[in-house]
T-cell receptor, first 116, second 111 residues
Framework: DAEITQSPRHKITETGRQVTLACHQT?????MFWYRQDLGHGLRLIHYSYGVQDTNKGEVSDGYSVSRSNTEDLPLTLESAASSQTSVYFC???????????????FGPGTRLTVL | SQQGEEDPQALSIQEGENATMNCSYKTSINNLQWYRQNSGRGLVHLILIRSNEREKHSGRLRVTLDTSKKSSSLLITASRAADTASYFC???????????FGQGTRLTINP
């Protein structure tokens, strides 16, 4: 069965370290997204990609970067982790949007990141 | 700012009762989707309603959309303990392929 996985599921790191969160999907979806979820803010979009070599900034992209070298993976990198980046991170993917708008998104299980 | 705003933020009802959650949004949309999130898990898609639709059903779920009021509601009938979760609405703004999520409604079903 197709799925979307994230690793690690839990990560503790120190301020200033570079951290990379992995996201891998076997749906063969063109679109991939990274969100962070914090109490009181719901899900906020960090970065997204509509295909290989395409990346776009979301509403909270400062301090994060992504790269899309193949269809299956969209790793999220925190260049220099800050305590404000302690959060739960979700990766999602979806098929290319049709004329009626975007299709449903499929979410990974999440990564809980703590920055000390 | 958030495109979607859910109301209420939290809802607690008895098993067997109906649960209604509302979502309001600000700009014109292509479609509106509802997702469920169980504690500690990722979001799961429940239902999608297009901007030219007014009502949609899926099992015990009924979604309505009023584009003139820029609002949607999710009704869960005959609630069960397993329906305990957070529910989010998400909108696709015209011209964009990404979703904007509201802050969610936390639903608790008491046995």
């Amino acid at each position: 069965d197709a799925e979307i996985t994230q690793s690690p599921r839990h990560k503790i790191t120190e301020t200033g370290r570079q951290v990379t969160l992995a996201c891998h999907q076997t749906w063969n979806h063109n679109n991939m997204f990274w969100y962070r979820q914090d109490l009181g803010h719901g899900l906020r979009l960090i970065h997204y990609s509509y295909g290989v070599q395409d990346t776009n900034k979301g509403e909270v992209s400062d301090g994060y970067s992504v790269s899309r070298s193949n269809t299956e993976d969209l790793p999220l990198t925190l260049e220099s982790a800050a305590s404000s980046q302690t959060s739960v991170y979700f990766c999602a993917s979806s098929d290319r949007a049709g004329t009626s708008g975007i299709h449903e998104q499929f979410f990974g299980p999440g990564t809980r990141l703590t920055v000390l | 700012s958030q495109q979607g705003e859910e109301d209420p933020q939290a809802l607690s009802i008895q098993e067997g009762e109906n649960a209604t959650m509302n979502c309001s949004y600000k700009t014109s949309i292509n479609n509106l989707q509802w997702y469920r999130q169980n504690s500690g898990r990722g979001l799961v898609h429940l239902i999608l309603i297009r901007s030219n639709e007014r009502e949609k059903h899926s099992g015990r779920l009924r979604v309505t959309l009023d584009t003139s009021k820029k609002s949607s509601s999710l009704l869960i009938t005959a609630s069960r303990a397993a329906d305990t979760a957070s529910y989010f609405c998400a909108t696709t703004i015209q011209g964009a392929q990404k979703l904007v999520f509201g802050q969610g409604t936390r639903l608790t079903i008491n046995p």
